[in-house]
């Protein structure tokens, strides 16, 4: 479902991704680990195009970017791509003006040309996934954080998506509304939806993924099963990680 060859990422002179070799197969769940500045995001963002990686190419459910590609094809290439997936950002980036059943609908509407009644019937739909149902007609400001991260999922689904994206969808949360995002995320899991997660929730790492990859400087330093990781680390950058990582109070 995603492939990565040789993607590497510069911003100016500083080397943010070096030659990375990446696969996710279909209904497959890999979880990003590493240290604040190891990539992780950015891999995330070159992946949906919001980023454009300064070398190597991405395939994404079969649609080919290729940084030897001219403008044109980089275009309608990166807009195939999204129509694929879905991101979930750390920050929910709802329209405040907008109840949250118009968020959810909005991209249906705007870019599917889905009339406004059946875009609406998708959005409650999803709103009652998550467990919003009752929240429709609210506007973000009224519900938490965790409220509005999971209608930020709602939204993303929206497009029917192949693949899901999440970008430390709880670390702007309180320890106690996290939970509830991350049941969401699972429940999709079960469902067979395949995910590439950024996040430093450790137990659920542990819990939810195929497969973990761990960065350091832009480098995938390690990859294998949770058990692989949590339990014998190759390297000792990941093992200090995990150190530093097990110090963190709950």
């Not at 406004?116 to 409650?124: C, D, P, Q, T």
């Given at each position: ?26 209904q497959e769940i ?69 109840t949250v059943l118009e ?148």
């Amino acid at each position: 479902m995603i492939e990565a060859t040789s993607l590497s990422k510069q911003f100016d002179h500083l080397t943010v991704l070096q030659q990375i070799d990446l696969h996710v197969r279909s209904q497959e769940i890999v979880v990003l680990l590493g240290p604040s500045g190891s990539g992780k995001s950015t891999l995330l963002r070159c992946i949906n195009g919001l980023e454009e990686p300064t070398a190597g190419t991405i395939q994404v459910g079969g649609v080919q970017w290729d940084a030897t590609m001219n403008i044109k094809q980089k275009k309608q290439a990166l807009k195939d791509i999204r129509a694929l997936t879905g991101m979930v950002f750390q920050s929910f980036n709802l329209f405040p003006h907008m109840t949250v059943l118009e968020n959810v609908a909005m991209a249906p509407i705007t870019v599917k040309n889905m009339p406004k009644h059946e875009a609406n019937a998708v959005g409650e739909a999803l709103l009652a996934k998550v467990g919003l149902a009752d929240k429709k007609d609210e506007y973000p400001s009224r519900l938490s954080g965790g409220q509005q991260q999971r209608v930020a999922i709602a939204r993303s689904l929206a497009m029917n998506p192949q693949i899901m994206l999440f970008d430390e969808p709880t670390s702007a949360l309180d320890p106690e509304l996290t939970g509830e995002v991350l049941s969401v995320m699972k429940q999709l899991a079960a469902e067979g939806m395949t995910m590439l997660v950024v996040t430093h929730e450790m137990k659920f790492a542990r819990e939810i993924a195929n497969r973990i990859i761990f960065m350091s400087d832009g480098v995938i330093q390690e990859e294998g099963t949770p058990e692989q990781f949590f339990d014998h680390p190759k390297t000792e950058r990941a093992r200090k990680f995990l150190r530093q990582m097990a110090h963190q109070p709950d």
